[in-house]
């Protein structure tokens, strides 16, 4: 069965900083790969997904990450934190079988943005 | 543009009581999904459709029933409610006739069990 782990439920960093939050997956077949972002109270919105067409991948609000089939690692980043990207972020992973486009999420990760 | 709206936002129960979510789509997906989020614990799914008139099992099922009677509308009951479903339960819907197809979601419905 096919699985994310993200390391670190809490990760705080200054404005201005680098973000780096990380995901590695676990999948017997190449999977396709989400990160969602989730604000208070409010539902989950796409980030930005990878289909294998590009192992780097560039979503929306100037993030991006980068698929690493030999560390089996989806990790998001963002080159410099704003105060906006406070929010819960999740991995997600969905089975390349058509058809079957369950998703199963990671734990989450709460990120912090220190002023 | 409404996109995945969930009815209604916040509800409290008494243990043993029933009720029944209410969730909506307008752009003419074919794939319907609830979750159930904990702290902690990420979304687990908790049934899916396919397709009008389709329901599956997902990953936490028990003690939860649903309908997809209309494409655009899944809806998911508690029976007998429990005070372990207390939780905050999202819709969310996809394209689904091609892959991979993110999936869109609603803002959630806060629900207590006491």
């Known amino acids: 069965a096919q699985s994310v782990t993200q390391l670190g439920s809490h990760v705080s960093v200054s404005e201005g900083a680098l973000v780096l939050l990380r995901c590695n997956y676990s999948s017997s077949v190449p999977p396709y790969l989400f990160w969602y972002v989730q604000y208070p109270n409010q539902g989950l919105q796409l980030l930005l997904k990878?289909?294998?067409?590009?192992?780097l991948v560039k979503g929306i609000n100037g993030f991006e990450a980068e698929f690493k089939k030999s560390e089996t690692s989806f990790h998001l980043t963002k080159p410099s934190a704003h105060m906006s990207d406070a929010a819960e972020y999740f991995c997600?992973?969905?089975?390349?079988?058509?058809?079957?486009?369950?998703?199963?999420f990671g734990t989450g990760t709460r990120l912090t943005i220190i002023p | 543009n409404a996109g995945v709206t969930q009815t209604p936002k916040f509800r409290v129960l008494k243990t043993g009581q029933s009720m029944t979510l209410l969730c909506a789509q307008d752009m003419n997906h074919e794939y319907m999904y609830w979750y159930r989020q904990d702290p902690g614990m990420g979304l687990r799914l908790i049934h899916y459709s396919v397709g009008e008139g389709t329901t599956a099992k997902g990953e936490v099922p028990d003690g939860y029933n649903v309908s997809r009677l209309k494409k655009q509308n899944f809806l998911l009951g508690l029976e007998s409610a429990a005070p372990s479903q207390t939780s905050v339960y999202f819709c969310a819907s996809s394209y689904g006739l091609t892959a991979p197809q993110p999936q869109h979601f609603g803002d959630g419905t806060r629900l207590s069990i006491l």
């Open positions: 990878y289909t294998s067409a590009a192992t």
């Open positions: 997600a992973v969905s089975d390349r079988s058509f058809g079957n486009e369950k998703l199963t």
